[in-house]
């Protein structure tokens, strides 16, 4: 039968909502029966995780179909998707002024009638900038989740190149949205339609765009949450940025962090060496919390490809490196 690690593992993975480690631990476990000779129970363990993922798939689909502001204003689908988060801040390894910021907006959102009564307005229109890869889609999800709310993410490349012409409307139409249906609002690569109004070829439309979003945002009073994120802060305009109530800058992961996420996403999966030397997590200096998560993925899929009971910190240390190239 399973080893105890990997049935504590797989528990762990379910309460927490955490369905890749789910699977991934539920065919580690398949692997292993496997190898002891129970061939029959391993492929009907096999056939079961394949069923549940695909169930898994077209359940998330479905749901993300069906809301109220797709029902009322149909011209919205192709503008906006929808997200219901399953990750709270605590599930982020975050810098700790990043953190500090996001706990301050949690907790002025959750006070938000006494604020209210005092003629004082939370936080709630924020600009997040970094390198990508550093957690700034994830937050939208991570605050979403805090507050209770769903993510309403814009699909910018539909406002703009598919609704040349009428991109002002739709920008409106989203905006409006926001007082009807509180959620959070994620604008993410914002620099398509926040770049400088004297760049990029289309420059008409663009400036329209853009002087459209800053007299809009100037004016949502909506109970709302807006996201604006970005890679490239340096090309926005510089009218926006005093249209957010906070500018927060995502750092590239420290060596604290790196260890951390390092723990984190191994879990469960014992190694092919004792521990998780200083040197594993220096090798992993410069790149961002995606590459070091993927990272990690790559050695557990080796592990499984190659039908072994632990991870490879070869392997981990070799997809590091890779992605530093």
Request: proline residues 3%; positive net charge.
């Amino acid at each position: 039968m399973a080893a105890a690690e990997q049935i504590k593992s797989l528990i762990k993975s379910f309460g927490d909502g955490d369905e890749p480690r789910f699977f991934a631990t539920a065919m580690q476990i398949a692997a292993s029966e496997a190898r002891k000779g129970h061939t029959t129970f391993a492929q009907e363990l096999k056939n079961l995780i394949e069923k549940a993922k695909k169930e898994r798939s077209v359940n998330f689909l479905d749901r993300n179909k069906t809301i109220p502001i797709l029902k009322t204003k149909r011209e919205l689908n192709e503008l906006i998707e929808v997200f219901h988060p399953k990750i709270n801040l605590q599930d982020m390894i975050l810098d700790k002024n990043v953190r500090a910021s996001l706990n301050r907006i949690v907790q002025e959102q959750r006070k938000i009638d006494i604020l209210r009564q005092y003629d004082l307005t939370p936080r709630r229109k924020l600009l997040l900038t970094g390198p990508p890869g550093c957690g700034k889609t994830m937050t939208a999800q991570a605050l979403a989740g805090e507050l209770g709310l769903t993510v309403f993410i814009i699909r910018l490349d539909g406002l703009i190149s598919k609704y040349m012409g009428e991109s002002i409307s739709k920008l409106r139409l989203i905006f409006d949205a926001m007082e009807d249906y509180r959620g959070v609002y994620l604008f993410d690569e914002f620099d398509s339609i926040g770049a400088h109004r004297n760049q990029g070829q289309e420059v008409g439309e663009i400036k329209r765009v853009l002087n459209s979003f800053l007299i809009n945002i100037e004016k949502d009073q909506s109970n709302s949450v807006i996201i604006a994120a970005t890679n490239l802060p340096e090309s926005l305009d510089k009218a926006l940025f005093r249209r957010f109530d906070d500018i927060i800058q995502y750092p590239l992961p420290s060596l604290a962090d790196i260890k951390n996420i390092l723990k984190k996403n191994l879990s469960g999966f014992s190694l092919s060496t004792k521990s998780l030397s200083p040197k594993i997590a220096k090798e992993a200096i410069g790149l961002s919390h995606s590459d070091i998560v993927n990272s990690c993925e790559d050695a557990i899929k080796d592990m499984i490809i190659n039908g072994t009971d632990k991870v490879s910190i070869t392997a981990l240390i070799s997809s590091l490196q890779k992605r530093k190239q």
